[in-house]
């Protein structure tokens, strides 16, 4: 059977697209829910028996929800522009209404941070994203943790295990 070209904003390439990006987003270990902005190419594959096979590129963005809370991406907000990473995700999905199947195949994402001279253009007062692996972010952490563990009322102390975004201003 031929690749049909089906409408992007079809329920059909929509529902696939959801399922893949939460098979996405459930896949990774670092980093943020991954949230859809645009369908940005869909191919189907019909399969013989029933389902389809679908190829899509997605534009997506980063929310603000940690991968580790397992959010679904529709219930994570998305960032302001200066803080966020955007990209697109190519993905094979399996689906199979019917049945209640949804396998996905194979996915490939590349993201990017907004470029720091187009922040600095529309919003000079802005944050400016660093990196988060620097010692010296990773000691602020750990103060800000040891405040807050001292401070509380909580039966078990916290600990940092990693810094995943930090920002100077």
């Known amino acids: 059977a031929p690749l049909l070209p089906p409408r992007c904003a079809g329920p059909a390439v929509e529902a696939a697209a959801d399922l893949a990006l939460g098979q996405i987003n459930a896949h990774r270990r670092e980093g943020y829910v991954l949230s859809l902005y645009r369908i940005?190419?869909?191919?189907?594959?019909?399969?013989?028996?029933?389902?389809?096979?679908?190829?899509?590129?997605?534009?997506?963005?980063?929310?603000?929800?940690?991968?580790?809370?397992?959010?679904?991406?529709?219930?994570?907000?998305?960032?302001?522009?200066?803080?966020?990473?955007?990209?697109?995700?190519?993905?094979?999905?399996y689906t199979n209404q019917p049945r209640n199947i949804a396998h996905l195949s194979t996915y490939e994402c590349v993201l990017q941070r907004v470029p720091r001279r187009y922040i600095w253009e529309t919003c000079p007062d802005c944050p400016v994203d660093a990196c988060p692996t620097e010692p010296k972010y990773l000691e602020v952490a750990a103060q800000s943790l040891a405040k807050y563990n001292e401070e509380s009322e909580q039966t078990h102390y916290f600990s940092v295990l990693n810094v995943t975004k930090a920002s100077m201003q």
Do not use: M
């Open 40 to 93: 940005f190419s869909a191919r189907e594959h019909p399969q013989k028996i029933t389902g389809s096979v679908f190829y899509l590129i997605l534009d997506v963005v980063d929310t603000n929800c940690h991968v580790l809370s397992k959010k679904l991406w529709k219930d994570c907000e998305t960032r302001p522009t200066h803080e966020t990473a955007y990209g697109q995700c190519k993905a094979i999905i």
